[in-house]
């Protein structure tokens, strides 16, 4: 789904100028979490219930931007899903940046995994029901599903005008990593793959699971060590690529000075 007024990405690229690369020569594409909800801070499963940022999570989106601005950072293109804690913090990068021109595009894939009936309750709560281990097991592993939302649930997506678009049959009552990974794959080779190869400079902000899916793609992260990968909020994750949109390197942009990834 894209913003009211914006053309899709591939009528976009057709008026962009010679591709872009970075100062090693590189195409590029930047990943940020979104700043920190309102569930964030109270521990709770936020799944795709449309919660806001905390005034910490303004904070970390501004510094977000300013992290880019200070490196000088241009950008022809930037998506985010369809909630608001990611669109808002795109919103407040792009100011940082003075870039708030810039075409914005909202797509469902890069929605946060969806945790099914634990949706709204804190983590202490879903522990002390099912056990510590079972909710490792839920939060980290690859394929295990949340039970799903009960039929006529007021937390199904359905219902919601946004996803009006999208089919019933693909909006989901919960989600493992791995069905997560489906939908930001299928983005990846449709919307970011294309765009990137055509030269634009990309910036995407998402969720810790779309990203972590999206991360899993591009470094080709076995399914048994997913878990051990996280990703912060707020901190600018930039990927290279080659001709083919192959990943060179990647770091974190965290002033004054960018370094390797530590979350793989």
């Given at each position: ?94 100011e940082a940046l003075d870039q708030a ?22 983590h202490d709560e879903v522990i002390a ?10 939060r980290r592993s690859f394929r295990a ?120």
């Amino acid at each position: 789904m894209n913003m009211p007024g914006n053309s899709a990405p591939g009528d976009v690229s057709s008026g962009i100028r010679s591709p872009h690369t970075d100062r090693r020569g590189a195409l590029s594409l930047v990943l940020v979490r979104h700043g920190e909800s309102l569930w964030n801070r109270e521990h709770r499963f936020t799944g795709w219930t449309d919660v806001d940022l905390t005034t910490r999570g303004e904070q970390q989106a501004r510094r977000a931007g300013e992290a880019l601005a200070q490196e000088k950072w241009t950008f022809d293109l930037a998506f985010t899903s369809l909630l608001k804690r990611s669109i808002r913090s795109q919103w407040l990068m792009l100011e940082a940046l003075d870039q708030a021109w810039l075409p914005v595009f909202t797509d469902w894939r890069l929605n946060e995994r969806h945790y099914g009936d634990l949706t709204a309750h804190t983590h202490d709560e879903v522990i002390a029901l099912h056990g510590s281990q079972r909710v490792l097991e839920w939060r980290r592993s690859f394929r295990a599903r949340p039970h799903p939302l009960p039929e006529n649930d007021p937390r199904d997506p359905t219902g919601d005008r946004r996803y009006e678009r999208v089919g019933r049959a693909r909006l989901p009552r919960t989600e493992s990593l791995a069905d997560t990974t489906v939908r930001v794959c299928e983005f990846w080779e449709e919307m970011l793959k294309p765009s990137i190869r055509s030269g634009m400079r990309i910036l995407v902000c998402g969720h810790g699971n779309s990203l972590r899916a999206l991360v899993k793609v591009l470094d080709d992260i076995p399914d048994a060590e997913i878990a051990h990968l996280d990703i912060p909020n707020g901190i600018p994750l930039v990927y290279w690529f080659d001709a083919d949109v192959r990943p060179l390197g990647r770091c974190f942009l965290d002033l004054p000075h960018p370094a390797e990834s530590s979350i793989l």
